[in-house]
């Protein structure tokens, strides 16, 4: 995670300030944890305040408020489960951060994932304020079953997001088409804005040299939870291994105590060995891509576009994802990486000996992945200039 403290003056632009009609307009984030707000979505607030915008947090505090203070955010707590969707404690949240909105005089009201949606945009409607942003960052559990409950829960859930919870003022920031069609929305309307994920620093996310090409050194980086593969690419690279591949596996990231799909710490420390690595949390991720040459992420599905997957592409390195939506959003197979079923061991370990055995192909997919970050709209200055531009048409109706 990396803070910035800048001066007003020193913060970059994107696009037209507010005329003095709009001066102090007030942008509020909801969002349910502070520290998913300070690693993904700081550079959207810079580009508001660059706006000439006041901008507020409200959200669950617990480590982060000092970092997104340094920026010239307003940080509100409001204590909410994110985990829970119940119909009772949403609407309780609903209510208090309504009265919230009312207090900061929101203009804009900008809500990020799906809770904060629910929760933001009920809020919003009982507050009055028509100018909403609906951030939705992955579909979670609800995008990743194919069964009946699955679908018919997309399916309240376009109901609710396109029904009482949208005003005719209200725009929808997804991170890939495939969300956009599961909610019922036309990718090329309007109203709807397709942005690269949170983006990527490029700068703090550079290209290194590459290690020794054996073994293959595969790196993933990121919450350690059942719906995140681990286990498949565990089993994945034992079973290249027995079949005689130089292969490694390591893993950076800790379990998410509020989330029901973690991994216990004591299965993470069993996978210890036969070319696997538990290394904990990093604060070092690029270093940490530095040193493999993949960032893989065998999702079972449910992503908006992982941060982890553009981190690994800016820093040059191959991808090793799911085909499911947001990873192949950004990963084209036999070009940026290589894209397998989700939940498939044995579609994963035959993609890791192939790796294993073409390291100038590793190499070529390192280099065309860091030049999609830069070519395709996934850096942050990118994604921070097609918010900025959904402000400003907000605040001009």
């Given amino acids: 995670m990396r803070s910035v403290r800048s001066l007003p003056g020193d913060r970059p632009c994107y696009g037209q300030r507010m005329s003095a009609s709009h001066a102090r307009r007030t ?7 502070d520290w998913f707000f300070a690693s993904h979505f700081l550079p959207m607030a810079r580009a508001a305040i660059g706006m000439g915008l006041s901008v507020a947090v409200v959200t669950r505090v617990r480590e982060h408020r000092a970092v997104i203070e340094a920026e010239g955010v307003r940080v509100v707590p ?27 005089n929101a203009d804009i009201v900008h809500c990020i994932a799906l809770r904060g949606i629910l929760v933001g945009g009920t809020a919003a409607a009982m507050a009055g304020i028509p100018r909403r942003v609906f951030a939705l960052t992955g579909l979670g559990l609800l995008g990743a079953r194919e069964d009946a409950t699955g ?3 997309r399916l309240a859930l376009k109901g609710l997001i396109r029904g009482p919870l949208a005003s005719r003022q209200t725009r929808f920031l997804l991170e890939n088409p495939d969300d956009a ?45 059942w719906s995140k593969g681990i286990d498949v690419a565990v089993e994945a690279v034992r079973r290249a291994r027995a079949g005689g591949a130089a292969v490694e596996l390591s893993l950076y990231g800790a379990p998410d105590p509020s989330n029901r799909r973690a991994i216990p710490e004591d299965t993470l420390r069993g996978w210890a060995g036969d070319g696997v690595t538990w290394h904990g949390p990093t604060r070092d991720v690029a270093g940490a891509f ?3 040459h993949v960032g893989c992420l065998p999702s079972r599905g449910g992503e908006g576009l992982p941060r982890t997957l553009l981190e690994a592409a800016a820093c040059g390195r191959a991808l090793l994802t799911s085909d499911v939506p947001g990873c192949r959003a950004l990963v084209r197979n036999g070009v940026e990486g290589v894209l397998v079923p989700p939940g498939d061991v044995e579609a ?47 605040l001009a109706s």
């Fill in 151 to 153: 679908r018919l829960s």
């Fill in 181 to 225: 069609r599961a909610l019922g929305l036309d990718p090329s309307d309007t109203a709807v804005t397709i942005v690269g994920g949170a983006g990527v620093d490029p700068d703090a996310f550079a290209p290194r040299p590459l290690p020794p090409p054996s073994p293959l050194r595969i790196a993933i980086v990121a919450r350690m939870l």
């Fill in 290 to 292: 530095a040193a493999h």
């Fill in 78 to 104: 409001l204590e909410a489960e994110r985990s829970s969707l119940n119909p009772m404690t949403a609407g309780y949240a609903a209510g208090q951060l309504s009265g919230i909105l009312k207090a900061l």
């Fill in 348 to 394: 994963l370990a035959a993609a890791l000996t192939q790796l294993a055995a073409d390291p100038d192909r590793v190499a070529r997919m390192g280099a065309a992945a860091r030049t999609r970050i830069l070519e395709g709209g996934y850096t942050e200055a990118a994604v921070a200039a097609s918010v900025a531009t959904i402000y400003a048409e907000l």
């Fill in 27 to 33: 942008l509020v984030f909801v969002v349910t944890e």
